[in-house]
């Protein structure tokens, strides 16, 4: 049996096959990767999806048979969860080994990385190195220094076990909402992929602090980028534009707001999102539209906590403002 790949959820693709040979070139094809492979036991299939959450890709491989591979960079940051099986890679000098329930970043972005998986299914997320950078307030373009990995696995279990939460939660209630619905959900489900992954990784995407940076923060500065936010806050807009809207670095930025407004840029955002939000609940029809549809309008996506901000903000819960419109 062989099934050719076809679309799935949210631009993903979805594909099978029980033909050992037509899952090699798919693989080859599809990573460019150099690749050896066993024969698996007859019967058995080579099955592969791919759903994408603005530029982070999510993936699920799934192959009983064992297998080599050597590859090129990747110029993106990769982790991977195995579900069952065991795998083997090789980045530089570093060689790790992971098996059911493990978590590691695939290689160092920038170097190419070598493998073996036996019996495999594993659970992969590809984020950008920018939006990474981004997250954590690196300066756009900055090219001299690539983003490395101290150690290839979380900080901790505790850390481990949140990237796999994040992840199941992304995959089941953001990429179940229907293609091109909720942009502004989608790139916040995104930013948080990329945020919980610098959170679990010791990486050295942090830069150190600028005189530059620290000079930049005044009032003006400020200014600027809260008028660019309320100029258009149904943008799919991050730190990064916000920045560069204000004419500074996004770590200058982040302090400027924190030293004038006790609050950061994306919080800032979120709550202008907010207030628009709750002006659309005043305004809407019970009869036609719905509180989850408007938080996802304005890229809140988890509706406990849209409830939560809403209910500080506001004194009382979306519902009751939507059935009072």
Request: proline letters at 8%.
């Amino acid at each position: 049996m062989h099934q050719q790949p076809h679309a799935g959820p949210s631009g993903g693709h979805n594909f099978r096959t029980t033909e050992v040979d037509v899952a090699r070139d798919w693989l080859k094809a599809a990573y460019g990767t150099r690749l050896r492979m066993k024969t698996p036991a007859p019967r058995s299939s080579f099955r592969y999806t791919r759903t994408n959450a603005g530029p982070v890709s999510l993936s699920t491989l799934s192959l009983p048979t064992e297998y080599a591979y050597a590859t090129d960079p990747l110029g993106a940051v990769a982790v991977t969860h195995v579900v069952r099986g065991r795998m083997a890679r090789e980045c530089a000098d570093d060689v790790t080994e992971a098996g059911p329930g493990d978590v590691l970043a695939i290689s160092q972005p920038h170097l190419p990385y070598a493998g073996r998986v036996y019996s495999a299914e594993l659970r992969a997320v590809t984020v950008p190195i920018a939006l990474v950078e981004e997250l954590a307030g690196r300066p756009p373009g900055q090219t001299a220094r690539p983003l490395r990995f101290s150690r290839f696995t979380p900080v901790s279990k505790a850390m481990a076990g949140q990237w796999k939460r994040t992840v199941d939660y992304v995959e089941e209630s953001v990429l179940a909402l229907p293609a091109g619905s909720a942009p502004l959900v989608v790139d916040a489900a995104a930013r948080m992929l990329a945020a919980t992954l610098l959170a679990a990784f010791p990486t050295d995407a942090h830069p150190d602090p600028l005189l530059a940076d620290t000079r930049d923060a005044t009032p003006e500065t400020v200014r600027r980028a809260v008028a660019f936010i309320e100029s258009q806050p149904a943008a799919e807009i991050g730190l990064a534009d916000m920045a560069a809207a204000a004419g500074v670095t996004p770590r200058a930025l982040q302090y400027a707001f924190r030293s004038h407004l006790g609050t950061t840029p994306t919080a800032y955002l979120r709550r202008v999102r907010l207030a628009l939000a709750h002006a659309d609940l005043v305004a809407a029809d019970p009869a036609r539209d719905t509180v989850t549809d408007i938080a996802n309008r304005w890229g809140f996506h988890h509706q406990g906590r849209f409830s939560a901000a809403y209910r500080k903000a506001y004194g009382t819960v979306p519902r009751r403002t939507l059935a009072g419109s």
